[in-house]
């Protein structure tokens, strides 16, 4: 089983939309959890990190549920910019950082 | 901060030869570095730990021979292609943790093998 898997899309929403990603993991002891953006042929970058409790930054809400060993990405009032490839990263007790396979986003006019 | 530099952004190879990529932490230490490389269209596949003064630990299918890692100092690592063939053609991203919470990318290494 993979350590982490995610629907890889693509996703195609118009502008304004709103659009949620999941990601599931599979160890129960990972300890931290992060969504990266990927622009295309471009390295990934930091989108927010996912706490416990859930956080915000502007149009974009990230959520854990330790119990099912989820995270979620939902992004409000999709533009035309969110358009790119979403990884959802996993940090296991053996510091590795496990990456899921990505979800794809393209934000239509 | 937590600056990740890598160099080249792009190398194109003769069918042979062997290339090196340079992964440089600018603006902190990191006793370990990451080398993935990542094909059309897939995600990242990590390839190997680099652990600065020791040897590289790699990912399970990953030749050590063919990709040789040298992490001789707290800020450079380097992933050397060796004898490379158009298989190898491929986006190697290193990356490097400055703290518990996520870790920075290198602008990648376009790698042509003609």
């Known amino acids: 089983r993979k350590e982490v898997e995610q629907d890889p899309g693509p996703f195609n929403v118009p502008e304004g939309a709103t659009v949620a990603f999941n990601c599931t993991y599979s160890n129960s002891a990972s300890q931290s959890f992060f969504w990266y953006r990927q622009d295309c042929r471009k390295e990934p970058k930091l989108l927010m990190s996912?706490?416990?409790s859930g956080n915000e930054d502007g149009r974009f809400t990230a959520q854990l549920n330790r119990a099912s060993q989820y995270i979620s990405l939902l992004i409000r009032d999709s533009k035309l910019s969110d358009s790119a490839t979403y990884l959802c990263v996993v940090k296991n007790t053996g510091n590795q950082f496990y990456f899921g396979t990505g979800t794809s986003l393209t934000v239509i006019p | 901060g937590a600056v990740v530099s890598q160099h080249p952004s792009r190398v194109i190879c003769k069918s042979g030869t062997s290339v090196k990529i340079e992964c440089r932490s600018l603006d902190f230490q990191a006793t370990t570095m990451f080398w993935y490389r990542q094909f059309p269209k897939q995600s990242l596949m990590l390839m190997a730990t680099?652990?600065?003064?020791?040897?590289?630990?790699?990912e399970q299918g990953v030749e050590k021979d063919k990709f040789l890692i040298n992490h001789a100092s707290l800020t450079l690592s380097t992933l050397t292609v060796t004898s490379a063939h158009p298989e190898d053609s491929s986006f190697y991203i290193c990356?490097?943790?400055?703290?518990?919470?996520?870790?920075?990318f290198g602008s990648g290494t376009r790698l042509t093998v003609v």
């Open positions: 990356s490097a943790s400055r703290s518990t919470y996520g870790y920075t």
């Open positions: 996912v706490y416990s």
């Open positions: 680099s652990n600065e003064g020791s040897k590289a630990t790699y």
